[in-house]
Nanobody, 117 residues
Framework: QVHLVESGGGLVQPGGSLKLSCAAS????????MDWYRRTPGKERELVAT???????TYADSVKGRFTVSNANPRTAFYLQMNNLGPEDTAVYYC???????????WGRGTQVTVSS
């Protein structure tokens, strides 16, 4: 069984940077269609960034130019580099991916990002 484990969250001042990591654990499996979502209390879950197995990336308008999604080679982990963070980026960030072989969906448990002075 494959699980995703996020790391890298924490408290950062406005204008600062964080890099989130999402790694597959358990049975070794390559990933495809890797996403980062975030959720803030009282708001709907937001798709932040996506990277496909071919390396194509898409971003929410709210993070374009500030966030960069990338993956490891081989594709057993992926990342979210977040720059110029603002209080509006405070949320729990979740990673999600599909397994390459089975297309099963797997999720991480989330990591808290807090942007505050």
């Amino acid at each position: 069984q494959v699980h995703l484990v996020e790391s890298g969250g924490g408290l950062v001042q406005p204008g600062g940077s964080l890099k989130l990591s999402c790694a597959a654990s358990g049975t070794i499996s390559l990933l495809k269609n890797m996403d980062w979502y975030r959720r803030t209390p009282g708001k709907e879950r937001e798709l932040v960034a996506t990277i496909t197995a071919r390396g194509a990336t898409t971003y929410a308008d709210s993070v374009k130019g500030r966030f960069t999604v990338s993956n490891a080679n081989p594709r057993t982990a992926f990342y979210l580099q977040m720059n110029n963070l603002g209080p509006e980026d405070t949320a729990v960030y979740y990673c999600h991916a599909q397994l390459l072989i089975t297309s099963d969906h797997v999720w991480g448990r989330g990591t808290q990002v807090t942007v505050s002075s």
